[in-house]
């Protein structure tokens, strides 16, 4: 029989309840419940307090048999000092399992009051350990978004790159079959072979960066040629009267202004285009080296990049 039960036992034959005998020995009754279901031991004291009102001994009411004739007698002395800290620890523990954690704080995601058991974080926010593990796997998810998109925005001016290269190659490749051709009608001049050998090599440059400065994110072509095409053709206004002849004058003179517009517009084109390609070969290999490194990641897209990227 355990302790409790004999608590128990002792306590039915004195026809007491729980209550009544928390009464006499100054405890509740929630403490009588515990030691009954051997949930908690009472201490030294009380040991003797139930003793004396159950009219039992001391061997009795903590268990200890008896001896017989048949056996030694053995040794009952209480060592009081182990029971007292056993008592004390028992007693203890169950006060501190029953006293609720202090509060730390409140979650500012769920609300909830956060302990020292289910604390997240602290600084620079309260958070409990859910909403924390939470916004880090958020924080996980965004970052592994970013890189998705930035992985994306980078094969993008990849192939941008790349096309700027195949096509820059064609306009090479036709250059140089030209050059080929005037140079095998001028074979016989050594001189001028080697002149027009070298001037094709000079053009393949030049219409190769130029075409490819175009497929680049550098801008500064595609600017130049901008500025030239877009530039505004204003013609003076036609006075003319309001008779047949006056409208004729009217339309031919329309039709001359359109003429030159469309003339204008042809030598501005033709102007920003040769104002590019001398620009081209100089600013292609840094704006190809620029471009290869933002490929590999060595150095951040720019706004502009985004732009083109996406346009």
Same mark, same amino acid.
């Given at each position: 029989m355990t302790y409790g039960k004999k608590i128990s036992q002792l306590r039915r034959s004195k026809n007491l309840t729980q209550q009544q005998l928390g009464d006499s020995l100054n405890v509740s009754a929630q403490a009588i419940s515990k030691w009954e279901h051997d949930l908690a031991e009472p201490d030294l004291s009380t040991i003797k307090k139930m003793a004396a009102l159950f009219e039992?001994?001391?061997?009795?009411?903590?268990?200890?048999?008896?001896?017989?004739?048949?056996?030694?007698?053995?040794?009952?002395? !209480?060592?009081?000092?182990?029971?007292?800290?056993?008592?004390?620890?028992?007693?203890?523990?169950? !006060?501190?399992? *029953?006293?609720?954690?202090?509060p730390l704080g409140f979650c500012v995601v769920c609300g909830s009051t956060v302990v020292e058991g289910n604390k997240g974080t602290l600084k620079p926010k309260v958070m409990c350990k859910s909403c924390l593990a939470k916004e880090v796997s958020k924080r996980k998810n965004?970052?592994?978004?970013?890189?998705?998109?930035?992985?994306?925005?980078?094969?993008?001016?990849?192939?941008?790159?790349?096309? *700027?290269?195949?096509?820059? *190659?064609?306009?090479?490749?036709?250059?140089?079959?030209?050059? !080929?051709?005037?140079?095998?009608?001028?074979? *016989?001049?050594?001189?001028?072979?080697?002149?027009?050998?070298?001037?094709?090599?000079?053009?393949c440059y030049v219409g190769f960066s130029l075409v490819s400065m175009f497929f680049l994110p550098s801008g500064i072509v595609t600017n130049i040629m901008m500025f030239f095409i877009a530039a505004p053709i204003r013609f003076p206004g036609v006075i003319f009267t309001l008779d047949?002849?006056?409208?004729?004058?009217?339309?031919?003179?329309?039709?001359?202004f359109a003429i030159l517009g469309f003339l204008i517009g042809c030598l501005l084109f033709f102007v920003g285009l040769v104002i590019s390609a001398v620009v081209s070969p100089f600013v292609y290999p840094y704006v190809m080296y620029k471009t290869s490194r933002k490929v590999k990641g060595v150095i951040p897209l720019t706004k502009e990049d985004y732009e083109y990227i996406h346009k």
């Amino acid at each position: 029989m355990t302790y409790g039960k004999k608590i128990s036992q002792l306590r039915r034959s004195k026809n007491l309840t729980q209550q009544q005998l928390g009464d006499s020995l100054n405890v509740s009754a929630q403490a009588i419940s515990k030691w009954e279901h051997d949930l908690a031991e009472p201490d030294l004291s009380t040991i003797k307090k139930m003793a004396a009102l159950f009219e039992v001994s001391l061997d009795e009411l903590l268990g200890v048999d008896a001896p017989t004739a048949e056996t030694p007698v053995a040794d009952t002395t !209480i060592d009081t000092e182990k029971l007292t800290t056993d008592v004390t620890t028992t007693v203890k523990k169950v !006060i501190e399992e *029953s006293t609720p954690e202090a509060p730390l704080g409140f979650c500012v995601v769920c609300g909830s009051t956060v302990v020292e058991g289910n604390k997240g974080t602290l600084k620079p926010k309260v958070m409990c350990k859910s909403c924390l593990a939470k916004e880090v796997s958020k924080r996980k998810n965004a970052e592994a978004e970013k890189e998705r998109k930035l992985a994306e925005d980078r094969e993008g001016l990849n192939k941008r790159r790349r096309r *700027s290269l195949f096509f820059g *190659s064609l306009v090479a490749i036709a250059i140089m079959i030209v050059t !080929i051709f005037f140079m095998t009608k001028e074979h *016989s001049n050594p001189g001028m072979t080697a002149a027009t050998f070298f001037i094709g090599l000079l053009l393949c440059y030049v219409g190769f960066s130029l075409v490819s400065m175009f497929f680049l994110p550098s801008g500064i072509v595609t600017n130049i040629m901008m500025f030239f095409i877009a530039a505004p053709i204003r013609f003076p206004g036609v006075i003319f009267t309001l008779d047949w002849d006056g409208f004729v004058f009217l339309i031919a003179v329309k039709i001359l202004f359109a003429i030159l517009g469309f003339l204008i517009g042809c030598l501005l084109f033709f102007v920003g285009l040769v104002i590019s390609a001398v620009v081209s070969p100089f600013v292609y290999p840094y704006v190809m080296y620029k471009t290869s490194r933002k490929v590999k990641g060595v150095i951040p897209l720019t706004k502009e990049d985004y732009e083109y990227i996406h346009k």
